[in-house]
């Protein structure tokens, strides 16, 4: 998985026969904190982010220029700033210069008594603030669990952002039915996220379809399905044939292909109404991209929302580095049942089906997995529906936003909820039965999502994120809304205070 270089430095006493004496002890925290992360910061694909640890402890202004240039041409994107003794504040503006000043900051202390590394951070970092330069601060002991999971999700929310400043999102078609929450908003998204879109016309999709897929990749996807779905596959000589699960998997085959000609890092599909009218229902082909896996064995998610929803793979994209690599969810905000608090979120396709079972084996999830004839009033030229409930599992749920055009991000923590399976089928029947479903129960209430959710679209990926999210957001500079006791708990930054 993409990721950018972390680098590492340690800011020091300026006097010689200071410094002489700590430089050992201060380049083993250094090490120390590198090897914390290598150790622990673990991508799904088993990768890691890089990490430059400065080849000196920062001592003087040439040192500070030095280190600069030297992190600068290792490239790293993101820097940790530790303090383990006092140092000289004013050889940051050296290094930070020369490093430069769009790098997210972590400023990181011990909690030592013998040592005044608390003075050093809040000197400097200090100096940094007064500037108007967004940091963020962490004081623990380096062995200390709960301090190193706080330094791993500033550094998640850090890689996806500045991993994502460089993407290219690629949009098939734009934004359905006229969905304006879906649209990419070009300035707002470059100013903010970095992140630019290339626009094409499902046309090329349906033509690569005809003429370069290759037809013994779609005889070996129909085999798999085949295979491991059997008779759930509920073909009904109609909307469901062999022929249109075939147009299906050819679909999600020209997705590949043109993803990879132009470079997309992410992707959606607007689908309805002409793909789905006229070609077939894109829900294979999305719920593909986003799996771990194919035929052909593992692979990486790649992020594609349905209906052409760009702010909803904005924030799939964001879950997916924040989560080192898992498939992310697209739902509708469907059905909240308050008898029970739960909200039934469903749509036609884009559900990984790794939310099944959670598993990085398709045989796993493909267990629980159906496939219905596409509903003919809406989905005219047919197709697969795949149903299945997700599993119980903590999730983190958000969205990207916007007010007044100004980017904002809804956060929750929850779970996706088990139910009796009667109980289930009550449920789903209510909406659709033939899509898949997610029973979400969400820290906050109804009433506190309704004031501030900004589409019809909910995203949501499998663990714990919401602290990370909220790095993520302070460090792009756009407001967080987290609701539920996570909210409440949250500290404003300072940039937040004097606004």
Not at 43 to 50: H, Y
Not at 189 to 194: E, I, P, Y
């Amino acid at each position: 998985m993409r990721s950018t270089p972390i680098g590492i430095v340690m800011m020091n006493d300026a006097r010689p026969h200071v410094y002489s004496v700590n430089n050992a002890e201060n380049m083993a925290v250094v090490q120390g904190w590198a090897d914390v992360i290598r150790r622990r910061f673990k991508n799904v694909d088993g990768s890691s982010p890089e990490v430059i640890t400065a080849s000196e402890t920062i001592t003087g202004v040439r040192v500070a220029q030095k280190i600069g240039e030297e992190l600068r041409r290792a490239n790293c994107r993101q820097v940790i700033m530790c303090y383990n003794v006092w140092d000289f504040p004013y050889l940051v503006w050296p290094f930070i210069n020369s490093l430069g000043r769009d790098v997210p900051i972590l400023s990181l202390s011990n909690n030592n008594g013998q040592y005044p590394g608390n003075v050093g951070l809040l000197a400097t970092d200090g100096a940094l603030r007064q500037a108007g330069i967004r940091t963020h601060r962490i004081v623990g002991d380096m062995n200390d669990q709960s301090t190193q999971d706080q330094v791993l999700d500033w550094l998640r929310a850090s890689e996806a952002y500045t991993t994502m400043h460089n993407e290219i999102y690629g949009i098939y078609g734009g934004p359905s039915m006229g969905m304006d929450t879906g649209y990419f908003h070009l300035v707002p998204n470059v100013k903010t996220f970095g992140t630019n879109v290339f626009f094409v016309d499902q046309l090329l999709l349906l033509k690569k379809m005809e003429k370069e897929v290759d037809e013994a990749e779609v005889e070996k996807g129909f085999k798999w399905f085949n295979d491991l779905l059997g008779d759930r596959i509920l073909y009904d000589g109609h909307m469901l044939t062999p022929e249109t699960l075939k147009t299906q998997i050819r679909l999600y085959l020209a997705m590949k292909l043109v993803n990879e000609e132009e470079g997309f890092n992410f992707c959606g599909l607007k689908g309805q109404r002409e793909l789905t009218e006229n070609v077939c229902l894109g829900d294979i082909a999305e719920m593909l991209m986003n799996d771990p896996y194919d035929w052909n064995g593992p692979k990486e998610p790649m992020v594609c929302a349905t209906e052409g929803d760009s702010y909803a793979a904005m924030t799939m994209q964001l879950l997916k580095y924040v989560s080192g690599g898992l498939p992310t969810l697209f739902m509708d905000v469907r059905l909240y049942h308050p008898e029970l608090d739960i909200w039934d979120w469903c749509n036609s396709g884009n559900h990984s089906s790794y939310y099944a079972s959670y598993s990085m084996n398709a045989a796993d999830n493909f267990k629980k997995l159906t496939l219905h004839p596409a509903l003919e009033f809406y989905f005219k030229a047919g197709g697969a529906s795949v149903a299945f409930d997700a599993g119980p599992a903590q999730m983190t749920f958000a969205r990207l936003g916007l007010w007044d055009d100004k980017p904002f991000m809804v956060i929750m923590a929850g779970e996706n909820v088990e139910l009796p399976a009667e109980q289930r089928k009550a449920i789903n029947a209510q909406t659709d039965p033939t899509w898949p479903h997610v029973h979400a129960r969400v820290h906050g209430s109804f009433q506190e999502f309704l004031n501030v959710f900004p589409a019809n679209h909910v995203l949501g990926v499998k663990g714990d994120y919401v602290r990370a999210l909220n790095y993520l957001c302070e460090i792009i500079g756009i407001p967080s809304i987290i609701l539920g006791p996570e909210g409440q708990q949250r500290l404003k930054p300072i940039w937040e205070i004097m606004n």
